[in-house]
């Protein structure tokens, strides 16, 4: 009897420390989720970066931060090309009407044709 409450009790210990271990770790990783996250929007380009200054930029990667639905940040994200568009023009640059697709673009190189594009790989007949 006093020896299976002496296994519970040492169960019971083994299983709160390795619990404790476990949500500890869990905890020192979230942060350098967040620092991961936050470097990956650093290197987005943001549309007409060349027409804003670095305190404009990170202004904006604040709002859109900041912003707690999707809609919210395409509202953002349409409102800053309008402005960029607006701006260029006043320094008589041009800059693309439409804005930049979000998501599912499928970037340079990978349209109908697929594939490396011209000159790429590795022709053993060249």
Known sequence: MIMSKLIAVLIAAVLSSL??????QMQDKAPLKEQAKTKTMEREQIFGSQLMTAKERRAHRNKMRAAKTLEEREK????????MVKRAKEK???LPEEPPMRGGGMG???????????????DKNR
């Open 92 to 94: 008589g640059m041009t």
């Open 76 to 83: 953002i994200r349409l409102e800053h090309h309008d402005e």
């Open 19 to 24: 619990l404790w271990a476990a949500d500890t």
């Open 108 to 122: 340079p190189g990978m349209g109908a044709g697929g594939g490396m594009g011209p000159g790429g790989g590795m």
